[in-house]
Each structure stands twice: as structure tokens, then as C-alpha cells.
């Protein structure tokens, strides 16, 4: 155990390094931010003074250095768009992200997997056709156009809830939430099922598909034949076997709705890490565009590992690998 810890461990150093590498590439040589920051009527003395106090000026091998050292001690410097440091910037941002990624998470899961369970075990049934209908457009339909329907139809056609921004928030000293109150889970319930949409389709397809297979094999067709009853071979050992790659989907999707809540920051106008990034390309704001990509990979990693580390918990056979590998 500890030697898999210590390989997945090394592994994420080695992604974290590359990824600071593409971001330190990829953003360092984009646009101008001095054109942006002066304007065109600045002196030459004027810019070339703060490209030094930006650090513009020294070799790249020094700045790529420099960048590695200071994103280790979560600094990422100055924004060129609002000249606070980017940490400030990203804390602000940070938890309207995790909180709507957290309640998308937990709708796809909760949502999904019951009704993945539902339409394998009654294949047949008028309403697990209508769940797979359903499945259908939450695949096929993209995710803004699943908010703007949400805003016509619960926004403005109903008036049940509020259509953007996010209110009702409580302040906790090191976090601002609106979980704690009715308002808030007002502005945060679309924008939510917004994103968890696909997600929850994924992982009701996946649970059916799994269920199906599960079903299928000798060990289950024992428990039959011992005479088990059909609740204890269906939630006792069909679902505990179907449930070991919707961890692992599952992880990767909660990766995905970080990266990808986005599109449903800016249709929402919810005030998170999206939104920042995507003002932050409009102003070439390096600082950000590179600490998000940072953050974002730091959190792929850590939800990796995490996945790999349940895997390895409720997969016996990964076990019986590594005692085996050890052994040998």
C-alpha cells in the first residue's frame, strides 16, 4: 500500500511539472501584457520599466524558475488587469466553483445511480424507456443550451428562480456560502443541474450497462440457485460489483465539471473561477490564465489519486496484485 502510494505520489509531481511547463509556454509568449496594462500612448522608458519590475526581461530558462518556485509557495504574482495578487483573486473565485461543482457531483451521483439500477433491472418498463429518452437529450443537447432553456422556462416563463448571479450568501470567516440559505440554493439549483446533466446521464448509462453485464454471470445465477432473494443479489452483489468503475467515471467527471464549468459560469453568470479565466484571456492577465491551468491540473491530480486509492480499497483483486507483486 504505501509503496502504491509513493508511485501514484511521484506520478503527480511529474504531471504537476509538465503542466507548469505547457502553462509557463503556452501564456508567457501570448499578446503583450504591457500594451495592455500602459496603453499605446505609454513612453518607451515607461514599458521597458515595467517589464523589469514584471520580470520580462530575464532569460526564460530564469522566468520558467522563477514561475516553478513561486506556484509551489501558491504565488502566482500580480494581475495584470486589477494589480491585486492573483492568490486574493482565485479565493474569491474559488469556493462559488467548488460549491457548484460539489452540488452538480452529488445530483449526478445520487440521480444517476438510481436510476441506472432502475432501467437495468426493469429493462422493459414504460419509465425506464422514458429515463432513456430522457438520457438522450441530456447527451445530445449542449450545455448552454441546456442552461438557456432552464432560464426560459423556470426564469422566465415560470418565475421560480432566479436566473443569474449568485446571492444569499453566508460568511463563515474563511469561506462564503450559500448552501446555508434558501436563497441561495435558489441561484445555485439551475446553474447546478445544468452541469450535472450530462454527468448524470453518463453514469446511468454506465450503471445500466454494468448492471446488465453483472447480471449476466455464473456467480450471480449461484445466488439464484441458492435461493437468495432478489433484493440481496441485486443491491447485495450485482450493484457492490457495478459500482467499482462508476468510481472511477466518476472521478474523472468531477474533473470535467471543473474544467468545463465554464460555459455554465458564463451562461449563469456565476461569479467563479470561469468567469475569471475567460476576463483574464480578454486582457492577456498571464498571472491567472496560468494559475488556473495550475490549479486545475493540481485538482485532476488529487482527484486522480483519490480514485485510485478507493479503487484500490474496494477492488480485492488490486489487493491480492500487490501482495502478490510483493511476495514475489
Request: hydrophobic content about 55%.
Amino acid at each position: 500500500m504505501f509503496a502504491f502510494i509513493v508511485q501514484r505520489l511521484f506520478q503527480a509531481v511529474l504531471v504537476m511539472l509538465v503542466v507548469g511547463l505547457i502553462s509557463f509556454a503556452l501564456f508567457r509568449f501570448t499578446g503583450d501584457p504591457v500594451n495592455n496594462m500602459l496603453g499605446q500612448e505609454a513612453t518607451i522608458e515607461q514599458r521597458q520599466a515595467l517589464r523589469e519590475k514584471l520580470g520580462l526581461n530575464d532569460p526564460v530558462p530564469m522566468q520558467f524558475f522563477k514561475f516553478l518556485v513561486n506556484a509551489s509557495q501558491g504565488e502566482f504574482g500580480l494581475s495584470y488587469r486589477v494589480g491585486k495578487p492573483v492568490e486574493e483573486l482565485i479565493a474569491t473565485a474559488l469556493p462559488a466553483t467548488l460549491e457548484l461543482v460539489f452540488v452538480s457531483a452529488l445530483m449526478a451521483l445520487l440521480i444517476g445511480v438510481p436510476m441506472g439500477v432502475y432501467t437495468g433491472l426493469k429493462r422493459h418498463a414504460p419509465l425506464s424507456r422514458m429515463f432513456l429518452t430522457v438520457s438522450l437529450v441530456g447527451v445530445s443537447l449542449p450545455t448552454f443550451v441546456i442552461g438557456i432553456l432552464m432560464i426560459l422556462v423556470f426564469g422566465v416563463w415560470l418565475g421560480w428562480l432566479p436566473t443569474f448571479g449568485r446571492q444569499g450568501l453566508v460568511d463563515l470567516g474563511f469561506w462564503e456560502t450559500g448552501l446555508l440559505t434558501l436563497k441561495g440554493w435558489s441561484f445555485l439549483i439551475m446553474p447546478a443541474f445544468t452541469l450535472a446533466l450530462f454527468q448524470l446521464t453518463l453514469i446511468m448509462r454506465l450503471v445500466r450497462a454494468e448492471m446488465l453485464e453483472v447480471l449476466r454471470t455464473d456467480y450471480i445465477k449461484f445466488a439464484k440457485a441458492r435461493g437468495l432473494r432478489n433484493r440481496a443479489i441485486n443491491y447485495g452483489h450485482a450493484l457492490k460489483n457495478t459500482l467499482v468503475p462508476v468510481i472511477t467515471i466518476m472521478g474523472l467527471q468531477v474533473g470535467s465539471l471543473l474544467a468545463f464549468s465554464i460555459i455554465t459560469e458564463t451562461v449563469f453568470a456565476w461569479p467563479g473561477m470561469g468567469r475569471l479565466f475567460l476576463d483574464s484571456i480578454r486582457f492577456v492577465d498571464i498571472p491567472i490564465m496560468s494559475c488556473y491551468l495550475m490549479l486545475m491540473a493540481f485538482f485532476f491530480v488529487i482527484i486522480n489519486l483519490s480514485v485510485d486509492l478507493l479503487y484500490y480499497a474496494v477492488d480485492p483483486r488490486l489487493r491480492a496484485e500487490t501482495l502478490g507483486g510483493a511476495a514475489h
